[in-house]
């Protein structure tokens, strides 16, 4: 399951909704990415994600599917959120299910690698002294090329 929301998630009913009735799962790894109050500048107030409706949701899909053709998986559910966000407030999840924890942790490392570089997602923070955009960074772009060679 892929989704764009604006909209809280609920992390307990996602992982809930994972494996419900399901008795192949052995391992569920996962990631939940929140808004920080410091980024490129100190003092984020808020986080406004915008991105391309369809789309997004297309190349989370594809991402998706690369982990499901790398390893045996048992389920993935990808949620990400878009609109205002404020300090705390949780932005991505990312729930991997499989019979081994090996397949689930790396699986779920690969998707948030990719998303972070490949969904059309774009980061305005809010700050003291102004708004900007967030750049992309070197770090992200590293751990997509590991990868791709690997």
């Known amino acids: ?33 929140r808004v920080r109050d410091f980024n490129e500048q100190p003092d984020v107030e808020a986080l406004t994600l915008e991105h391309y409706p369809g789309m997004t949701e297309a190349v989370l899909t594809r991402i998706v ?31 991997v299910a499989s019979a081994h924890r090996h397949a689930a942790f790396e699986a779920c490392e690969f998707i948030m690698d990719l998303l972070k570089t490949q969904a059309p997602f774009w980061k305005k923070e809010h700050t003291r002294q102004g708004d900007y955009w967030v750049s992309e960074r070197h770090s992200d772009k590293e751990a997509r090329q590991r990868w791709e060679q690997g």
């Open 1 to 33: 399951m892929v989704r764009v929301q604006q909209a809280p998630f609920d992390l307990n009913a996602l992982y809930h909704s994972l494996s419900a009735e399901r008795t192949d799962i052995g391992a569920v790894a996962s990631f939940v990415g």
């Open 65 to 95: 599917e690369q982990a499901e053709q790398r390893w045996s998986l048992a389920n993935v559910i990808v949620v990400h959120r878009v609109g205002r966000l404020t300090p705390g407030d949780d932005i991505v999840v990312v729930l």
